[in-house]
């Protein structure tokens, strides 16, 4: 799998994913191999002043994505006014035109479990997940993780 086809499948499973429960935006982060760090490879919705922020996020990094990789499960903000952990992205967030969000952890499918990355979308106003779209978002991880292990096993730089 080259680049761009990496990049497209990524692609088309974010534009499921947002579609599965009615986001505005969305995106998928990858772990930069050796650094442990999540970097934004597809996105959706998202200016540059959003992305530059986002650029690179640690696990003690206490966006909602941060907290994914670092808890290793999914983490839901119905409402960004009301976490106080978010508070210091929520400038960003309204800036980004979005309320709330949630990120899903992609997890790797075999012994080792290791998180490759979070998927992540983000809705203009104060939103639930349910039940079905958190069955959706689990497949598109799932989906998302055979995409990033067959693309690490290419050994082909993003």
């Known amino acids: 799998m080259n680049r761009s086809e990496f990049l497209g499948a990524l692609t088309q499973v974010l534009d499921r994913a947002i579609e599965a429960d009615g986001a505005g ?17 597809v996105q959706r919705g998202f200016d540059q002043a959003f992305l530059q922020v986002f650029k ?51 997890i790797r499918t075999s012994e080792k479990e ?17 039940r079905n779209a958190a069955d959706a978002l689990d497949q598109c991880a799932r989906e998302a993780a055979l995409i990033m292990m067959e693309y690490d096993g290419a050994k082909v730089a993003i």
């Open 25 to 41: 935006f969305g995106n998928i982060q990858r772990v930069v191999p050796g650094r442990g760090v999540l970097e934004i490879v």
């Open 56 to 106: 690179f996020v640690s696990a003690d990094h206490d966006s909602a994505c941060g907290r994914a990789l670092r808890f290793r499960k999914r983490v839901v903000i119905a409402d960004i006014n009301a976490d106080p952990w978010f508070s210091a992205y929520a400038r960003t967030a309204a800036d980004a035109g979005y309320r709330a969000v949630q990120s899903t952890p992609i």
């Open 114 to 130: 290791d998180v490759l990355g979070v998927l992540s979308t983000h809705f203009r106003d104060s939103h639930h997940l349910t």
